[in-house]
């Protein structure tokens, strides 16, 4: 069973390789085969199908952030440390798996077919929904304001990480950021801001 187990994250690990550089229309079985040294036959004997493939490729991303919606549901700590240590989680798990990362942006930024498009909206989609609705369950505890839109605020938490990955690069050359070698202050500074804002008490308008 361990062989198995073995041979089936080999050809997950090349699938996800493969994936994130050309895209689900530019792989092949018999590509994904090569590159995790197998055969097709043990590709299709382990997954079925491209499709299904692909499928299982963005189930296991899935899973790692919904390891990290676990530990925010919980009940360790309040509200503001639970979403700190989500967040500087989530980043890390971003940079932990790049070639999974850049896979999911494809499909965000790039849209491949209908069937990858079809696929990666019903697994990020669910995902998504799920830290939703803890923010939404924060919201009927009266831990957060009742105006705030949880989907909205789960939004910008991932938006945040996602393009902080995608820009480190570029903004370490910008002499006015002194946070791109820092992600744990960068972390630390999107929750704090999102959570009180940013405008003094004096300079609300006095209708607010």
Known sequence: MQQSSDAADNILNAAEQLFAIKGYDGVSVRLVAEQACVSKASVFHHFGSK???YEAVLKRASAEFEALLGRL???SGNLRYRLSTFV???LACIYDKPSLSHLLLREVLEPGSDVSYTKAAGVLGS???KLTAVLR???QAQTIKPE???ALLAYLLIAANVFFFQSQKFIQHMSEIDFAGDSSRYTEAVVTYLLDGVLN???VPADH
């Open 137 to 139: 369950d924060e919201k």
């Open 127 to 129: 995902s998504f929904a």
């Open 73 to 75: 549901g919980g009940n």
């Open 148 to 150: 705030t839109d949880p």
């Open 88 to 90: 500087k989680e989530h």
């Open 51 to 53: 499709e299904l493939l």
């Open 201 to 203: 008490h004096s300079d």
